[in-house]
């Protein structure tokens, strides 16, 4: 037996117990892979009913989500109309308001000119009345000086 021959004795000897000395990790990570297989299997069998159920949800979800959007579509519609009779009573208030100025305006001219004749008819009165006091007020003293220059003439004294 040679040098090398030797050498590759050991070799093959060391070799062998690497092999040795790995099988012990290798069947243990074996036993490791096949759990979680298992695992990975079990999951895979738990969640494809759970995935049904999803889908089955999510169609749902899709169907009311259709019916929202036709209710909405449907209260847009009574929306734009109660806007246009918003607008129309608009319409109508400004109209009603135009009408009341235009009655306002008519009925207060000819009630300004009732007032201003009935102020001047009570003035008018008014002056004649006074035209009327300040005329016999003068009639009287007209006839008080008569009387009392003729009695100074018929020497008479009056007081």
């Known amino acids: 037996m040679d040098g090398w021959e030797i050498a590759l004795l050991v070799l ?8 040795l000395a790995l099988m012990v990790p290798i069947l243990r990570l074996r036993h490791t892979v ?8 079990d999951i895979n069998e738990r969640t494809a009913p759970l995935m049904g159920n999803v889908n089955t ?12 959007h036709t209710t909405l579509d449907g209260v847009n519609i009574q929306l734009a109309k109660v806007d246009t009779i918003t607008g129309h ?32 008819v009570r003035r008018a009165a008014a002056a004649r009345r006074h035209a009327d006091e300040e005329r016999e007020v003068r009639t009287t003293l007209k006839q008080q000086r008569k009387a009392a220059r003729a009695a100074r003439k018929a020497g008479q004294v009056i007081r």
């Open 12 to 19: 093959a000897g060391a070799f062998l117990m690497l092999v």
């Open 34 to 41: 096949d759990a979680a297989t298992r695992a990975i299997n």
């Open 57 to 68: 949800t999510i169609l749902g979800v899709n169907e009311a989500l259709g019916q929202v």
């Open 89 to 120: 009573a608009q319409s109508v208030t400004a109209n009603a308001a135009n009408l009341a100025t235009v009655v306002s305006a008519a009925a207060a001219n000819p009630l300004v000119k009732v007032a201003a004749f009935g102020y001047g």
